[in-house]
Every structure is written in C-alpha cells, then in structure tokens.
C-alpha cells in the first residue's frame, strides 16, 4: 500500500499540472475572442459605410421597374 502523504502530494502535483494547463488554455481563449472582437467591429464598420453609400428611395440612380416599358414594347 503507497504512503497517504505520497498519493497525496501525487494528487496536489496532477492538479497543478491541470491548473496550469487550464490557465494557458483560457489565455489562448481570451486572445482569440478579443482578435474576433477586433474583426467584428471592423466588419461592423465596413457594414455601416457600405449602407452610407447606398442611394435613398428618392436618391439618384434608383428606378421603379414598374415604371419601365417591357423591352418588347
């Protein structure tokens, strides 16, 4: 039978081991969400420009097809 003290320190010396393991992967987690954080804002602000460069329902360039004639007319 192993010593108590022995499976103990074992034990403490696996969750340190996990701990740190733990601590690095929440890190690469956190660099990750802020890199995607960085994209969203940037496509956030693409979005907002694309949607300023669209004409207005009276704008120039905007045509109501019903107003057409068919192109066999």
Do not use: C, W
């Given at each position: 039978?192993?010593?108590?003290?022995a499976?103990?320190?074992?034990?403490?010396?696996?969750?340190?081991?996990?701990?740190?393991?733990?601590?690095?992967?929440?890190?690469?987690l956190?660099?990750?969400?802020?890199?995607?954080?960085?994209?969203?804002?940037?496509?956030?602000?693409?979005?907002?420009?694309?949607?300023?460069?669209?004409?207005?329902?009276?704008?120039?360039?905007?045509?109501?097809?019903?107003?057409?004639?068919?192109?066999?007319?």
């Amino acid at each position: 039978m192993a010593d108590p003290v022995a499976r103990l320190e074992d034990r403490l010396i696996e969750v340190e081991i996990k701990l740190a393991f733990t601590e690095d992967l929440v890190d690469r987690l956190n660099e990750v969400i802020v890199r995607q954080q960085s994209q969203i804002d940037a496509l956030i602000r693409e979005l907002l420009q694309l949607r300023d460069q669209l004409p207005g329902p009276d704008g120039p360039g905007v045509r109501n097809l019903r107003d057409e004639k068919p192109p066999h007319y």
